[in-house]
């Protein structure tokens, strides 16, 4: 028994320490060095590293004077290494929360002079020191920390410069309140701004000059990369389907199984991130001016080919899960009925392996076809003459021997693979060929063998089902793909000209451009009541169940008063709070008289600064990115440490260390963007320590002693810097966690909670649009006036806003770990199964909603659901309550009470009806059948979610439960 349980315990450790192997792997896998990254790297280090070195001229040091350090912050805010149009845009916006930041600060510097002169008696005590002053400067500094940390938490693109706004604002106003003239006022608010509009000036022209990278450059390298991801599921369903096809069934082989299924699951992910990367990339593709094949319209195509692509590649991984499902519940029988009493001339092991013969050749095409694309891509790069004719002939010469790519007869012979889509009839090999479908079905399980009670039946005819839809999703993707490859080849022929941006691409660049989308929303309400296309009055608006709309002017500006009321009530508001107070525990220092030496010459201005960059929302990832903050500034003052002394304290020596470890940094961020806010407080960290001791050394003692700045030895003023960045971080950790945390559970709970609430409306959408093809109303999708437009305008919308919200809960609940829980533990598990089982909602629906286009192609003038009179279709495959209960439990959970009592399980749809019919040869059947059989599993799953909100809330029951042995004790007593 011992030597059982040893062995039980080593092979977990093994299993632990392949864990841990495989981790550290892919961690270091993501280390790689590659031409772009390096060139990257080094934008972002010239900007700060050019202006520490600029520290060492006379001109530049005796002008900026102790404010020298500030710019080399900003070259390195700037992110001299984005793209051209990205650059652009960033450099726009920081200079506007820069400049409104400094006339906040010339506000701030006025109205204390003003409260300065009123609280004074005589002239001559108008230097002395005015608590009347510092309160009206301290009130600025508080308003404007509220905005910047509430403007970080509602708008998180703007995080950084709303950032940089308040690391100026803390730079500039505590020394307002001491001036005592307007004009010094002017010039000491005007210097700090300068200093940093020259920083950034440095930084984005470094950008623009140095390496400069396209954004149309980055958008086709995005679409060369969703090519490749394609490859790689097409390869990773190849293996799934390999492993299930297997006939012996054991523990590694289920496992096996399992990990064949979540390999083309990540693929997929990966595929979607990628194509998501791509949509936000082309936006500004579109903006820049360039040299190009291909214009602003085409662009934006391409990556509408891409999102065309996903539909089916979602497919395949929600078909290749639920095929293993069925395909263990036939295994979990010995086999049982796998022919389902079908005639012994009736080979369903041959007809499945000619199918998977057939699947492999369109997989095949595919990555071809995605090599293809990718050689018309690399043609479209318009790179160098010599590097465009040697990557060409390279590329030929490699796939010469296959089907010819990046020849112009590549595309009849990608479609004669895809036409050949048929296999020949088992009663006449190779005489005959049929329609896939109807050979398939004609050999179908037949009714009289199925019995109702058994789930063996069930689980043999989805597993026939499904390996239909395995082969029709398949030769989907391939005609989706030749969409794609049809579009580039036509624009590869086309002669390059000068691209100009369309005029509404350059509006985002323009501060407040998302105005405009709230217009445009109205507008496209509007377009609706012209439209007579009715999508309810609360999809573009909330309704207020405290307000009727208003409908006079004192009623309008009432409303406007009471938004403002509400922003207040918000999370984001109260997260600006804990902000001012985070600050103000620091800069209240700078307001008292007795300490404000003390804060001005040891510099606690830079605990604000790490305060603004390190303080989180949530206590979980605040306590993960505390430890790597502490852990990246100590690794920081080490290498300040080698970066001084190591070159004996010579400059020239000092400063090609630290360019180096500006690269180091530099590297890091662009490898692991997720962490910016710690590269970040690493650099700035170096650059207080390092460049202000070099400004210091330059000015020379006595003038740094004037400006009231304290002194110490290098080897004491870099640990003592440490301490107050610490300070600084160790802060904004306090003002997380209280007066109470917001934590990663109650961020978890409400998202996950919205995101059933979304997928509720997504489900509509979808079912709605089911509907309008049936009946045959759904019209023209390019048409505006159409339901169908307005119907697929409506899910994209919908589509995108939960995504935001299943990528956000993700993210949550990785840092649940980091999270201090007191009292019970948290149910990690039952959320964990939560997020999966509503991912997997979205995979059935987005497959629902691209198979139902089908529903409108099927041959003949009456498809085949008009002449049944049940009303099968419509009732098993448009289903009913889907969204009911996803409200209810969306509900129960964001509200934290109980289900309603007797909550019904939906019934799963019995497949037989399908079988029992006369099989037509039509493509509605077979839209029909796969979105049977997706309800059959989304069913299933919408049942175990219920269980699981169940355990979460309990159900509201009355019912009264006795025990009979309790009773009998009592009585007895």
Known sequence: MSTSASTTHDGETTSADSTRLVQLKRVLSQLTLDWETATMAFKAAIAPAVLVCMIEVDAYINYFATNAYLAAIMAASALPYLPQAKLIEHNLQLAFATVVAYCWALLAGWSALQARKHTTDSTGELAAYNSSAEVVVALFLIIIMWCVFTLKS??????????????????????????????????????????????????????????????????????????????????????????????????????????????????????????????????????????????????????????????????????????????????????????????????????????????????????????????????????????????????????????????????????????????????????????????????????????????????????????????????????????????????????????????????????????????????????????????????????????????????????????????????????GLRGVCAIMTIAIISFLHASQTFYFGHQFLWAMFAILLSMGRTAGSSTFLLLCRILGTILSMIACYLIWYIPDQKTPGILAFLWLWFTVIGYLSIRFPGFSSIWFVALIAAIVMIASELQDRQLGQETVSKAGLVIYAPYIIFPYRLAVVSIGVFIGYFWTIIPFPLSEHYELRQEVAKSMYMLANFYMCIRQIIVVRIHGTAGNPSDKTSPSFHLQGARRRVFRQYQTLVSSSKKNYQFLDWEFALGGSFPKRVYGEILLIIERLGSYMTLTGYVSHSLNRSSGSSPWWTTDQTGTVEKFIALDGIATRLIILHSALVGSHALPPELREFEIPDLRDFLSKEIPPEEGFAAAALIRSVNWYMIRDLNRLTQLVGELVGELDFSITVDPETLESSNAA
């Not at 049982?336 to 057939?358: F, P, R, S, Y």
């Not at 022929?493 to 369309?502: D, E, S, V």
């Not at 660049?509 to 609360?538: H, N, T, Y």
């Open 154 to 575: 509602a708008y998180p693109s703007w995080n950084l410069q709303s950032t940089l706004g308040g690391i100026y604002a803390v730079a500039a106003m505590p020394a307002v309140a001491q001036i005592t003239t307007l004009a010094q006022v002017i010039a000491s608010t005007t210097k700090v701004l300068e200093a940093f509009l020259a920083g950034q000036a440095v930084g984005f022209v470094t950008g623009l000059v140095i390496f400069p990278t396209s954004c149309r450059g980055v958008l086709k390298r995005d679409v060369m990369a969703v090519l490749d991801a394609l490859t790689a599921i097409m390869r990773a369903q190849g293996k799934c389907m390999v492993d299930l096809r297997s006939s012996k069934i054991s523990a590694e082989d289920k496992e096996e199984r399992s990990s064949s299924v979540r390999q083309l699951e990540e693929a997929q992910q990966q595929f979607i991130n990628l194509i998501v990367k791509s949509r936000k990339d082309v936006k500004y593709a579109d903006c820049e001016v360039s040299w190009d094949c291909l214009g602003g319209s085409d662009l934006e195509h391409i990556t509408l080919l891409l999102v065309d692509l996903i539909p089916p590649v979602s497919g395949l991984s929600s078909t290749a899960h639920m095929l293993q499902l069925a395909t263990e519940g036939c295994h979990s029988h010995n086999g049982a009925g796998v022919t389902n009493g079908c005639d012994a001339g009736k080979d369903w092991h041959d007809l499945e392996v000619i199918m998977h013969q057939h699947s492999l050749r369109i997989s095949e095409a595919i990555m071809d076809g995605a090599e293809h694309g990718k050689l018309r891509m690399g043609q479209l790069l318009g790179c160098s003459l010599f590097g465009r004719a040697c990557a060409k002939e390279t590329h030929e010469e490699h796939w010469g021997s296959s089907m010819g790519q990046g020849t112009a007869s590549f595309l009849s012979s990608y479609r004669g693979v895809l036409s050949s889509c048929s296999v020949p009839d088992q009663q006449n090999h190779g005489a005959k060929e049929e329609q896939l479908l109807y050979n398939y079905m004609r050999n179908r399980p037949q009714a009289a063998h199925l019995d109702h009670a058994a789930p063996e039946a069930h689980s043999n005819v989805l597993r026939y089902f499904l390996l239909l839809h395995f082969q029709t999703l398949l030769s989907s993707l391939g005609d989706e793909v030749f969409k794609l490859l049809v579009f580039l080849e036509e624009r590869n022929t086309k002669p390059k000209r000068l691209r100009f941006p369309r005029a509404g691409s350059l509006a985002r660049f323009i501060p407040w451009s998302k105005a405009m989308d709230l217009l445009r929303w109205c507008w496209q309400e509007s377009v609706d009541a012209e439209a007579d296309v009715r999508l309810g009055p609360a999809f573009y608006n909330q309704k207020d169940p405290d307000h009727l709309p208003p409908v006079n002017l004192v009623q309008s500006v009432g409303d406007g008063i009471r938004k403002i009321s509400s922003a207040l009530r918000t999370e984001h508001a109260a997260y």
